[in-house]
């Protein structure tokens, strides 16, 4: 069996896993932030939006075949490049688990997912070509059916909870927004998808590169589980945001348009879009 069978069915295996352990254990509800007052939401509301959108954009395929980068980089350099992604991401969530979510968590997140990629692109490169793994987007039109879909079921449809959470003062509601949009909506993109998984894509072919960039990125939120529920916890996050994770791999694999994923990741992220929807709530 090759490498590449292997990753995919390991990557399914942790899906399947995570979910048959929330229902068998009766942990149907899951709450996707760590925000004082958070409302949680159900199974169903992790799964459904997403897999809607997935299977949406297996079915509308680009209309301009999208670019495959870095096809033309040294696999060696990929292999390099792949291994420094992997141990960021893997440090990353063990790093927050030291310092915590205060003031300097998005100093952390800046420094281990920005700056030492970028150090390390630059002195892996050793005078040859940029990898350029975020090319112009070709295709606009073709993942709207999946975006729109995901919004509606996740958003606006009753698998949305409504805002529930205890919200600070317009202006540090302001700041710690733009942070967010910055550190979480635009970086994570960036580097999970952009740069991660789109090297692993390289090397091992689409499924496993989603499946793997899919599962670190819900390692990434670790930090939200409690000590007395570890096991209960990483099934929560590989149901929840793996799976979150998992759909923005399609659609990057698919589509190759950064923007549409920081979008939705936008939407997910900030506060005022719930705002807009739940005014009452």
């Not at 499924?207 to 793997?212: F, H």
Request: glycine letters at 6%; one cysteine or more; hydrophobic letters at 55%.
């Amino acid at each position: 069996m090759s490498r590449s069978a292997i990753m995919t069915g390991v990557g399914l295996a942790a899906f399947v896993v995570a979910y048959a352990t929330l229902i068998l254990t009766g942990n149907t509800e899951i709450r996707m932030s760590a925000d004082p007052g958070a409302a949680g939401v159900t199974l169903w509301a992790t799964l459904l939006p997403p897999l809607a959108a997935i299977i949406l954009a297996r079915l509308v395929p680009p209309r301009v075949p999208p670019p495959q980068p870095l096809a033309e980089l040294p696999r060696p350099r990929l292999v390099t490049e792949s291994r420094m992604l992997v141990a960021a991401a893997l440090v990353f969530p063990l790093a927050v688990l030291l310092v915590g979510r205060g003031l300097l968590y998005p100093v952390v997140k800046v420094a281990i997912l920005l700056v030492v990629p970028l150090v390390g692109f630059r002195l892996l490169r050793k005078g040859g070509p940029a990898a350029r793994s975020m090319p112009a987007p070709v295709t606009w039109l073709a993942p709207l059916p999946a975006v729109l879909t995901w919004f509606l079921l996740a958003e606006v449809s009753p698998l949305s909870p409504p805002l529930t959470q205890q919200l600070p003062d317009p202006v540090t509601l302001a700041v710690g927004s733009l942070i967010t949009l910055l550190t979480a909506s635009v970086l994570e993109e960036i580097f999970y998808r952009g740069w991660l998984q789109t090297r692993l894509e390289a090397l091992y072919g689409t499924w496993p590169g989603i499946l793997v960039t899919s599962l670190l990125f819900a390692a990434m939120h670790v930090s939200h589980i409690r000590p007395d529920a570890i096991g209960i916890g990483l099934a929560s996050v590989v149901a929840a945001q793996g799976l979150f994770g998992l759909m923005q791999g399609c659609l990057w694999a698919r589509y190759r348009n950064i923007w549409v994923i920081i979008l939705i990741h936008v939407v997910v992220n900030l506060v005022y879009v719930d705002m807009l929807i739940w005014p009452s709530a």
